[in-house]
């Protein structure tokens, strides 16, 4: 059902003409995102405050007609699609770094800036924001929150939401709303910033963030650890994280990421190895070089065949470099890929592995596993060319059978992508009816006519 | 209005004879807690089971009957009184630690652990769970999380809410059900786990907890400082926080509370100083030495008179036990305590003591201030005579006031004690309308009846 001409006009009368469009070309730009599916919206706008944002939902309210937050585009489920049309608001016009407080170690943003920026500008002033989604460069602190967004540091840092102290949002209803605190600690009343942080966009439009700071580690030191095989490589990193050496970082490769990337960007790669741990450590200068030999002699001894500390930024840039370039060198397999997040117990890692290696030989679809071992977090690809409706089909059996190894292994289905579009079918896999009536009713509680974000994390 | 007689048979039936009561002296003893207002419930049961405890609240539904769960019975602000009566659910018996592992570094336990036993069992296998409220030797893991407890170490470790990975609950339809994961990371659906967190026991009866746990440290140094001030104390408590040497512990005590400590132990604290911080660092057998002197020279350098770093064990344990003294040694000052958890912005706490300072000769009350520092959590005490009622109301008016300042200053009332009954009267201060009816359309889609723990958290 198209919206109103009538609706569209005061659309465009509340962010301004230039930063309004119902123009095909720019919705296009605006309908896509990660996940490569496009959902053509009604309108784009792109909105300078929360006073906009909040009339923009009042006036979709007034017309019954869907909102869809957007940060960067850059999320892997689907989360910012218009799947049902509807007005998509954009966020990057709202990039305001508006206060870093050091002494309280707090900075306040709006959700429009982009996460590395943030990051950059915080630690030329000494300070450290450590949630770092892979899609840094691109996405945004109000994506990252929306999605409670990873990444390699959460082994000694965690996620999103353990940085986030407070919000300001629109409610699908059009009041502004404030949670949080803007202290170390705070517990008047339901916990509305956690509730909204993760919920991929469906509880509120999030215009401004509180988060928490961490003095910036004086020194970083990158190692690589090579192991015969994943079941060695996975029961070193349980070890290494129990260790009093946690590092912050604790990446792995399968053989054929290992391979991939050494073929893309020849930096020296083992690629002979069944897999190799990718580990940063971070600390003091007077710690930093005994914690880097802690954690190799403890690599050894836990059976690394071959361990190399980076001897310079440039060697280490060069190894986390690899470690970026097998999520775009996986496309040299086939032109496209289908991405899992799972995550397990840390010391079940093997036994994923192991099913992903059945799976492999079963179906012979080509099949990559890499990412952060520290937390279980394994990203699992299928590479794939989805006009072969054969192969297909295979590979969405493969992904269901990995969900259910997945969970028979205490684990889950996402670990930092949301469920979105893409993993609402699988939902019902992990949640049991009484936490997802739960939940619907939640969502009633927030958004009573069901117009922001719909379609997304519950099943149809 | 009384419990009809039938639902106490059918309630005596569900737990069985031995762990169910209605007669009065055992009310009388599930109808207090730290508030020191009686409350009398009109049955108090002992239930040994989530399906128990499930049973329980759909006869409370069917009776329409509140129910207050209820852990060690330590709160400070009233969360598991019986203020409209009804079943008082008392968790002692689900005290059994299920599971320690130690691969994965999580434990999953009964919401009726005491938490100071879960810490020394854990402890026991080198492994560490740092939220530690005072009341640790009595309260439990599942009243801890209701509250959303925190604790000294929160400088460094942060609260309850940063442990728990997933719940077993019963909802107050008589749903059981399970939220979160046990895995590090996981992002499928609203983040119920942390919504029923801090929730005050107004969502969900907690029937088992997962929670992350750490590596134990090696070792633990304590330091004390003395200010001539608050004001260069806390301008110190801002610098060391944004340092390379965190201490996990920085508490703060005024000089009425140093008096008061050295008067009830002699351990020979520096009664003449205006604040003294006690500090605890952490870390590495091979690093701890150095971290405490790191932490002694910045402490001079930033204006301490003296520092001086407990040699042993014993001379650590002391310091602790001064600090832990202040509490009981009030009442040496008066029969009542007023006790409020504040916490302003680290670098505010000056201008908060300030604001104490002038309440204080005012008012001629006698008050009391000490805390986390680290966190910029103040507990401040007025300690009067209650059957004075003069006395009372003017305390009652610098409460208020000390409240409205704490706000001006960007704090908030409650740092870990909660809202209960005690500061529901000023939830309006300091949130907002709207905030607020969403947090009751939140209550009525957990609990449509409004059965569990009426009466908490909302203004009447």
């Known amino acids: 059902m ?91 016009r709202m990039n305001r ?28 002033d000494g300070l450290f924001y450590p ?58 009343g339901y916990d509305l910033t956690r509730l909204i942080v993760g919920s991929e966009g469906t509880l509120a439009l999030i215009t401004e963030a509180t988060v928490k700071l ?33 590092p912050r970082t604790i990446e792995f490769m399968d053989n054929a990421s290992i391979r991939l990337a050494e073929g893309y960007l020849h930096v020296g790669l083992p690629v002979d190895v069944g897999a190799l741990l990718i580990m940063e450590v971070d600390g003091r200068r007077d710690e930093i070089a005994g914690l880097a030999r802690a954690l190799e002699d403890l690599s050894r001894h836990l059976g690394a065949v071959s361990v190399s500390v980076a001897e310079t930024e440039a060697q280490a840039q060069q190894l986390w470099q690899a470690r970026k370039a097998i999520s775009p060198a996986l496309f040299k397999l086939a032109p496209h890929k289908i991405n899992e997040d799972i995550v397990v117990p840390r010391n079940r890692v093997p036994d994923l592995v192991a099913k992903i290696d059945e ?33 297909l089909e295979k590979a969405n059996r493969a992904v269901e059978a990995l969900f259910d190894t997945t969970l028979a292994l205490g684990g889950t289905i996402s670990g930092e992508h949301g469920v979105g579009i893409t993993k609402a079918p699988y939902l019902r896999k992990e949640l049991g009816e009484a936490e997802l009536a739960l939940m619907r009713r939640i969502k009633d509680a927030f958004d009573p006519l069901g117009l922001l974000n719909p379609g997304k994390i519950f099943p149809e």
């Open 2 to 92: 198209a919206i109103k001409p009538i609706c569209l006009e005061k659309l465009e009368r509340i962010v301004g003409a230039p930063f309004f469009s119902a123009h095909r070309e720019d919705l296009v730009c605006y309908g896509y995102d990660a996940t490569a599916s496009l959902h053509l919206p009604d309108a784009v706008v792109f909105p300078a405050s929360a006073q906009q944002v909040s009339q923009i939902m009042k006036l979709a309210v007034a017309f019954r007609v869907p909102v869809i937050p957007r940060g960067g585009g850059s999320g892997m489920t689907g989360g910012a699609l218009a799947v049902y049309g509807g007005i998509v608001v954009v966020f990057n």
């Open 97 to 124: 770094i508006l206060e870093i407080d050091r002494e309280n170690l707090i900075a306040r943003v709006q959700s429009g800036v982009i996460t590395a920026e943030f990051q950059r500008r915080v630690q030329h």
């Open 131 to 188: 949630p770092d989604p892979s899609s840094a460069d691109i996405s945004t602190i109000g994506g990252n929150l929306a999605e409670c967004a990873g990444g390699p540091k959460a082994v000694k840092y965690g996620v999103t939401r353990d940085y986030v102290l407070g919000l300001e949002a629109v409610l699908p209803t059009g009041e502004i709303v404030k949670t949080g605190v803007r202290t170390a600690k705070g517990v008047v």
């Open 214 to 246: 961490l003095p910036l580690p004086e020194c970083v030191m990158t190692l690589t650890a090579a192991f015969d095989g994943m079941d060695t490589a996975a029961r070193a990193v349980s070890e290494i994280v129990c260790s009093h050496t946690v």
């Open 359 to 391: 799976l492999r030989s079963r179906t012979g679809l080509t099949m990559v596993a890499f990412g952060h071992a520290g937390d279980g977090n394994i990203h699992f690809n299928i590479m794939l060319d989805k006009s072969d409706q054969t192969a």
